[in-house]
């Protein structure tokens, strides 16, 4: 090992070898700019495509957001990004209304739009694939990481172990720091519930992401030019139903197919308390508080039923990343500081600037 790599002053400046576990938007966006920065970087994600809660399900009736639904855009440096997205992205009319549910009585109130809601075209994960294309030699697909080590040959860098395809296993060394863009489970895991680093253990153990059952449900009948209107007027809810708290036309999305579908999200608690539960139970309850909400009592042609472990931020990091420039190792994602596809963009940049 050379004596000039080892030396902090020169180590800091010359370009160096980044791993980073995950490929949704914060990971992406970090990978992205340590590229742009000089950086080598080698992107490891578990699914066999990018995005990872920017998901987006392809049904033989269109498409579903199967995760997040929209985004909103508060922040320069995100709006400027955007920018370089070679405009996949476009407003949705989502029409947006409040259902409320005291007492099993449904009433709508109609929600102010106060900024603008985003989606990427054909679906949401588009925005993070279009990112992630430039890079595709730095990306390993359908790798998860299983552990994190110190490196065999250079005690100073790291080594990853995954697993791929077919369980076939790998390790991957010389890397001079690993910045964890997965969310805090997967990081707890990671780190060894601190056996890698207390320091950055510690930090996360107090952050908590609640769970989120998903129902996509497709009318594709209603598309006939006899029955061309099935349910309510608005296109995306939220509600206070003891079971579902988002509902979203997916077809009203701009370049969507156009038959009738809808993306429903159960809240958080109901997720937690059926998070056991087998999908075609979970289906059968949200199909039943969707009727309740919307009138719509007509028998899906189509329905998948999907569980997210780890949804929605409920306490944050209060950070907007982790670096333990000692150790070499960081984490980024929404969790950070909220539960926002922009949280995450936010999160991802801000540690690749702290590192590069
Ligand atoms: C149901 C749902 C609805 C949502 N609705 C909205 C919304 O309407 N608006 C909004 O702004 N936000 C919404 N969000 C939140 C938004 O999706 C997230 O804030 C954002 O996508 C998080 O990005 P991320 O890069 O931090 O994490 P992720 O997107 O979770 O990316 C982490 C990646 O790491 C990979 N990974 C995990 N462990 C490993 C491992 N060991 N090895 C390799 N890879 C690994 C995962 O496969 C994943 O691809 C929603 C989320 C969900 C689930």
Known sequence: MSQRRNDPRTRN???????????????????????????RVTVFERAKTVGGRMASEATPFGRFDSGAQYFTVRDERFAKALETAGGI??????????V????????????????????AQPGMDALVTVWAAPMA????????????ERDALDASRWQLRTEGEGDSSHVYSGFDAVLLAVPPSAARLLLGEGSVSTALAERIEPVR????????????QASQPTLSYL??????????????????RESSKPGRDRIERWTLQASAEWSAEHLRDDPQRVEAKLLRAFSEITGIRATPS???????????TQVPLGAPFLWDAKTGLGAAGDWCTG?????????GLQLALKVA
């Open 13 to 39: 400046r010359s370009p160096r070898h980044f791993a980073i576990v995950g490929a949704g938007i914060a990971g992406v966006a970090c990978a992205r700019t340590l590229l742009q920065a000089g950086h």
């Open 89 to 98: 992205c476009k407003r949705w009319s989502a029409n947006l209304v409040r």
């Open 100 to 119: 409320l549910d005291p007492h099993g009585r449904v009433a709508e109130a109609a929600l102010p739009s106060l900024e603008a809601h985003w989606v």
């Open 137 to 148: 030699e730095h990306l390993v697909l359908d790798t998860q990481v299983r552990r994190i």
């Open 209 to 220: 992401v609640a769970p989120c059952w998903t129902l996509m449900i497709a009318f594709p």
């Open 231 to 248: 349910g309510p007027q608005w296109n995306a809810a939220r509600s206070t139903h003891h079971r579902i708290a988002w509902m979203a």
């Open 302 to 312: 189509f329905a998948l039923a999907r569980c997210w472990g780890e949804a929605k």
């Open 339 to 347: 539960h926002r596809v922009e949280d995450a963009f936010l999160s």
